[in-house]
């Protein structure tokens, strides 16, 4: 009798497990194949579009629990933690000295305590490494603006982007998503590179005027996440979830 309940409860379990793999669902796939985030729109329509590199955007808002659950890359802020962490960085008063892979060393300068105008005032703080694309990342703080580098660990040249970068989920692009919708001394809008095997190419830029993108969230190919925000007649600031898909 025990070996008959036993045959039955396996049975159950099997026949169970059948039906749990039919249930599930199989990610969609764009039409090269590549896996697609499941970011369901609250309508069909969009509320905007933007012009990038070529590529139009149809921008279309989502539930705040739907972004929620894709997690903000990581920003880096400290540049105590990034040298503590990285032995080819060092801070030597007001210098930052990064030994190349070639064995030379190069070499970032403050300019903020005997700046002679506002004009010339730099502080560099090391925030990043990104060793799979032979970069090191700084902050470039200036009198009224900041902006980033992206130094080269095998030359020493650095190239000047907007923001820390955020990279696309196959990390061959960069994306840089910087908001400043009042005082207008930081850009307002996207910038895009690619990453190529022995450079960063700048492949285009959007300004935008009515909005500004924080939390952005780069989630498959062609979808990118974040908060709209915009500011009404009254100076209120409104806030607003949403995915910008490529078209």
């Given at each position: 009798m025990y070996k008959n309940l036993f045959n039955l409860a396996a049975l159950a379990v099997m026949l169970w497990s059948c039906?749990?793999?039919?249930?599930?669902?199989?990610?969609?796939?764009?039409?090269?194949?590549?896996?697609?985030?499941?970011?369901?729109?609250?309508?069909?329509t969009p509320i905007d579009t933007m012009e990038l590199a070529g590529k139009t955007y149809l921008i279309y808002t989502i539930d705040s629990t739907?972004?929620?659950?894709?997690?903000v890359q990581p920003q880096d802020t400290s540049e105590a933690q990034a040298l503590a962490k990285d032995s080819t960085v060092?801070?030597?008063?007001?210098s930052l000295q990064f030994k190349l892979q070639n064995g030379k060393i190069a070499t970032l300068t403050d300019k903020d305590s005997d700046a002679e105008n506002e004009g010339d005032f730099v502080h560099?703080?090391?925030?990043?490494?990104?060793?799979?694309?032979?970069?090191?990342?700084?902050?470039?703080?200036?009198?009224?603006?900041?902006?980033?580098?992206?130094l080269d660990t095998r030359t020493g040249d650095t190239l000047h982007?907007?923001?820390?970068?955020?990279?696309?989920?196959?990390?061959?692009?960069?994306?840089c998503a910087s908001m400043d919708l009042v005082a207008a001394f930081m850009p307002n809008g996207?910038?895009?590179y690619n990453i190529e095997k022995d450079s960063i190419r700048y492949m285009g830029e959007t300004n935008?005027?009515?909005?500004?993108p924080t939390e952005t969230k780069w989630v498959d190919a062609k979808t990118i996440l974040c908060r709209y925000i915009s500011i009404d007649d009254e100076g209120t600031t409104?806030?607003?979830?949403?995915?910008?898909?490529?078209?």
């Open positions: 039906g749990q793999q039919k249930t599930q669902k199989t990610p969609p796939t764009d039409a090269a194949g590549s896996q697609m985030a499941d970011v369901p729109a609250l309508s069909d739907v972004f929620e659950n894709f997690k060092k801070r030597t008063g007001n560099f703080s090391y925030v990043s490494n990104y060793p799979e694309i032979n970069r090191k990342g700084i902050i470039a703080y200036y009198y009224e603006s900041q902006d980033f580098l992206l982007i907007w923001t820390e970068p955020i990279f696309s989920p196959d990390k061959k692009h960069i994306l996207f910038q895009l935008l005027e009515t909005w500004g409104q806030s607003t979830h949403v995915k910008l898909v490529m078209q």
